[in-house]
């Protein structure tokens, strides 16, 4: 009990977004198509046949595109992804929904259980903050993709 705590080398958090453009501007997205015409211009193209990445679209209520992150990145084969950082941005963002993306350098653009478990998990995790996810679209190098939405995945 009589030992002193020093609290003054803390780290310090901080939240802060700043809009770059005007809300007339942004990209709106409503289908999985115009999710991979915004994806299209977020992955790291050089990279998409040799490593896996995974990205996430934060959207607001009217599904315009308020932020995004190409939070993760891996092997050739398997991409460790966490949650919380999916959650930590769509929060600091004020995000209504997200849709999740990720490639599979193969082509093969079958989900495999791992994609299914994680999905499902992150659904759970952003229903419990009041977000919704809209999609997860897994995209091959030449940009071809399986939409979960439109294969009754989500």
């Keep these: 009990m009589g030992t002193t705590v020093n609290l003054n080398n803390l780290g310090e958090v901080e939240v802060?977004?700043?809009y770059l453009s005007t809300l007339e501007n942004r990209l709106v997205v409503k289908t999985p198509a115009e999710a991979l015409n915004t994806l299209c211009h977020l992955y790291h193209k050089e990279s998409m046949g040799i490593q896996e990445q995974f990205l996430v679209i934060y959207l607001n209520?009217?599904?315009m595109v308020i932020g995004s992150c190409n939070l993760f990145r891996g092997s050739n084969s398997a991409c460790v992804v966490d949650i919380k950082l999916i959650l930590a941005v769509g929060i600091k963002l004020m995000?209504?929904?997200v849709i999740l993306s990720h490639n599979h350098p193969s082509g093969n653009l079958k989900p495999s259980e791992q994609d299914l478990s994680l999905t499902k998990k992150i659904h759970s995790?952003?229903?419990a903050v009041e977000m919704s996810l809209l999609d997860h679209l897994i995209v091959s190098p030449d940009f071809?993709?399986?939409a979960f939405s439109e294969e009754g995945l989500l």
């Design 16 to 18: 802060s977004y700043k």
């Design 61 to 63: 209520r009217s599904n």
């Design 95 to 97: 995000a209504n929904s």
């Design 125 to 127: 995790a952003l229903a």
């Design 144 to 146: 071809k993709y399986l």
